[in-house]
């Protein structure tokens, strides 16, 4: 359960700098912050060939709360 805390505080603090940020920017525009970041390799890239997959926090209404790791998302091709 600490991990799972962990892990939610952190996804706030770092949108909330995000957010601190794109404000100074201009208008803040959640669709596009949210649209570039899921178009990103969704990585943590360490050392050469060493990444750890990005923690997901999904909120759904009848669900509740779901966290697991970005390398269990499907693969997207983009173009």
């Known amino acids: 359960m600490k991990k799972i805390i962990q892990v939610v ?5 770092l949108l909330s700098a995000g957010s601190l940020m794109a404000a100074e920017e201009g208008a803040y525009n959640p ?5 570039h970041h899921i178009a990103d390799a969704n990585t943590w890239h360490i050392v ?6 990005l ?3 999904v909120y759904h209404k009848e669900d509740g709360l779901a966290i697991f790791l970005s390398n269990k998302l499907p693969e997207a091709h983009h173009a």
């Open 55 to 57: 923690p997901v926090i």
């Open 48 to 53: 050469g060939n060493v990444s750890i997959p």
């Open 31 to 35: 669709k596009d912050f949210a649209l």
């Open 9 to 13: 505080l952190s996804a706030i603090l």
